[in-house]
Every structure is written in C-alpha cells, then in structure tokens.
C-alpha cells in the first residue's frame, strides 16, 4: 500500500519559516517525480515546488526564492522548506509522486501564514 504522509504544517506569523515533510511508503521516491502542491479556500489547486527524476528544480514564480524542495533518498522523504512566509502562501500543502502512470497523493497539511 503506498502511502504519502506531510507533516510540519502549522500557524506561524508573517515572516517565519516552516519545513514541510513528506515521508513515502511502499514506494522508492527516489525513482518518482515529486512535487508540492498547494490549495487555498476558493482557489485552484497549484503546483509550488517539483523535483524530477534528472535532479532539477522548478518553482512557482511566486515562491522563487523564499521555498526550496529537496530530498532524502536515504529516508525516502521529501522536504519543502518555505522562509519569508506570507499570509498569501496559507493553504493546504500536498505531496504528490509520479512514475509514468502511477500519481499519488499526501493527504496534506494545513500552513497558516497570519499577518
């Protein structure tokens, strides 16, 4: 059974940092793409940070420079670690993992940026 667990989410004030987890089972993340995802009350669900197979990076425009994706292969978990945070980045964050057809998701956990 494969499994995305995030964790790390919070309340923080305007400014602060939080780092985001997401621990993979029954699945080796290091052979998936990964990726952050995020959805606010009344928004679209988008896509924050990915990770690919090759190794490179790609964000969304408004987080370039303050959040960065990494990952353990070792602890089969992938990190998203925001700074600056605004009140405008408070949504629910996911993880998502692709390999060819195979898509799975976290359930997410909530980030609340207060001003």
Known sequence: QVQLVESGGGL?????SLRLSCAA???????YAMGWYRQAPGKQRELVAKSTLSGTTDY?????????IS????????YLKM?????EDTAVYSCNAVWGYYDYWGQGTQVTVSS
Do not use: E, M
Request: net charge positive.
């Open 71 to 78: 990952r353990d292969n070792a602890k089969n978990t992938v």
């Open 83 to 87: 700074n600056n945070l605004k009140p």
């Open 60 to 68: 969304l425009d408004s987080v370039k420079g303050r959040f960065t």
């Open 12 to 16: 923080v004030q305007a400014g602060g």
């Open 25 to 31: 089972s029954g699945i080796n993340s290091r052979f």
